[in-house]
């Protein structure tokens, strides 16, 4: 195979853009790989922010990555992943070990990869030593190593002292990051983006949008989600299960924004449709304390919780958002049975009566926080968040929350399961649940 | 190569360990493989928390994650990455893929790669079916492709209803875990470590130690810890900046538990030592809300908190901890000034005269809660956590924390940087961190 036929042979020419459906799985796309390098990522010190970062960044111009590979600082190990990533790859990212340190072994493994001998670059010794004397830092060979590159590859932003390197290697860019964050990230923007925009003119525009949808699970979700026609529409469908929702997404790719926006919206009418509409909360970064917010401000109404097993979560939660305090008046962490007495007005014959996990007292807690705060809403949770205090009738996971605003209340009874943070989340969740339901238009 | 052959040739041996240094550098090792399933992943939307949540499982329990692959959520696309990885893992682990769903390709993917036809099992059909009919949910082929399984393959948790399935082809242990977070860790802590170890019983023993130092920055922990010799103490130093305090964490390798254990008690105390010891709160899941529990509960006090900038959180934080309610009686959300007036009894003139953001309020705040709570002790926070709400003598991020215990009150004012997000967690966090020095010994 010819040098440079690979490059060519993966991108795209305008003819493939021309007429022909084109939905995610048909569509001509410009797929890439990315190799992350590092022990610390490995051993668990840190999660691959970069990874996450690059694929976001790729995605939002119109690239796709096909696939991440994270490998140890080890020169075998990184030449072993160059040699199997190349073929397969329009385009390859790599990140970290470019250090001046001896376990940044990245240089030597692509010379190893691809038979291209390391070879000093004399503008960039000249460089580093002239920075040298000017700071004063003595000579070494570690220096000497930053002005190293494999034959053919150029330095990235020769004037600035971050590493990073550029190679053509059988038709295939490889663009060589740092592992730190910062640096890799400007490197990205100002030198890679650009660079993969100019050499893969055509490509698809891919977006992405994201359907919450509550109460309903996801295998229900699935089957009323059958009717759906992917070829129709040429939008696909993924589930991703949340801690108290479902998210539906939708990938829709095209030729244009355009294009691709009225498809998502067509799709997006679709699935409210075949979800019976008053399932889905919002979209992508719409959380339902957002949702929420809006829907209280749009009303004019403002907001009190009273809570128990989630001792604080749900407040956090709403205050979570900017400008929270134009409609959440305050909070009352009621976790003991005096508290609930004193600051709710309680009647402590009907926690003697009930319990505190019941929806007499879940019922008074919330009715109790409308009324001592002066709001037109309030809600409360009251439950038993474990790992202890369950019983037989009332199980470890059984929760109570409740909706008390203008003059009506509701209130509902939870059983969830999993760990005391799980349950805790999920009861917060099902509060917020509440609230959406009732000041939904 | 014959079958067993690999994963026998990947098993370590007694002789492996007898004699010679053992540093966490030149310890012998027993390596395997992680493969994470998931379009999600690579379009970005969400971090790859999974390999990280194995990566620090793998490590604590004396395995080393040599590489990790994530690929699309296709047939073709897994199938390829399983045949590549299985030759050089001593052992594999699989996360995605295995749901209801049409994108859910991982048993099929193995069907192809392994060549092993996809089989119904009739007890775990059985199963499902009697859960169908009990649930009431209408069967469909959906339900069906659960209870298939390449050839040869058992289910992990055939009473649960759970995916994850057991494989081992030539040699090689393979896991295949659901990407549903929970889920992944209950079979991977009930199920796949188990059998880890009773498959590989000679490996080193890796442990890692972190020391949570507060009120101490990055650079100053560093500066001082320059005294700490790695060969000497044979345990190795990193550093982890956390919101609100650093991480210092020690790693060990060994022949035994007492070996190791030896060593970081030793490395302990000479890091204690060099910080000086009043900066160290906890070891690893020691968190500060966990320590000051422990600390009132010995005291035999009770605690409230006040707060308004972290709406929440600081309660939340502290509720978090199983048994907070031997020692946590209330929090007070006083998000608006009528609320601190109403609840915690902030003088109106106070707040007229400094500002709800104010060392006064904040002191107010403090004493109303212990007094109206009738408490040993109270907390109290109040800020500006942005992004809007900021002044020229007060910009976004002052915040006030303030500490009544006894007949004492201690505020503090503060200057935070960063999101809203990171504002509230440093305030919470900077408020635990007086009731921990009012606390210890």
Known sequence: ??????????????????????????????????????????????????????????????????????????????????????????????????GPTDDDRTKEAVARAFSLPLAVDPSDLERLKERTRTTGTPWNHRIQRLAELPRGATKMAPGRPMAGFFLEHQGVPCYFLPGVPYEMETLLDDIVLPDLKRRFPHRPVTRKR???VQEMMEAEINQRLQGFDPVETGVVLGYLPQVGENWVTLLAVGRSEAEVAEALDKAEARVTAL????????????????????????????????ESCTGGLLARRITRVPGASDYFERGYVTYSNRAKEELLGV?????????????????????????????????????????????????????FVGCAAGDRTVVKRCLFHGSRERIQQQSAHAALTLLWRRLKP
């Open 210 to 212: 994201i359907l919450r």
């Open 347 to 399: 009647p402590p014959e009907i926690l003697a009566a009930h319990g505190a996990v019941s929806e007499a007292v879940c019922r008074a807690m919330a009715e109790g926080a409308r009324d001592k705060a002066g709001v037109e809403a309030a809600l409360a949770v009251t439950g038993i968040a474990g790992p202890t205090g369950g019983s037989l009738e009332k199980p470890v996971g059984t929760v």
């Open 275 to 306: 979800l019976g509409g008053e399932h889905v909360s919002g979209r992508d970064d719409e959380s339902l304390e957002v949702v929420v917010g809006r829907l209280l401000k749009e009303k004019g109404w403002m907001l009190a919780v009273a």
């Open 1 to 98: 195979m010819e040098d440079g036929e690979r490059g060519e042979g993966k991108a795209l020419r305008k003819s493939d853009f021309e007429g022909g459906e084109m939905t995610p799985e048909t569509a001509p796309h410009v797929g890439g790989s990315l190799l992350t390098i590092g022990d610390e990522i490995l051993l668990g010190d840190i999660l691959n922010t970069n990874a996450h970062h690059i694929a976001v960044a790729l995605r939002a111009n119109g690239f796709r990555l096909e696939r991440v590979i994270t490998v140890e600082d080890r020169e075998e190990a990184i030449a072993a992943a160059l040699q199997q990533l190349l073929p397969v790859s329009a385009f390859l990212i790599v990140t970290g070990g470019l």
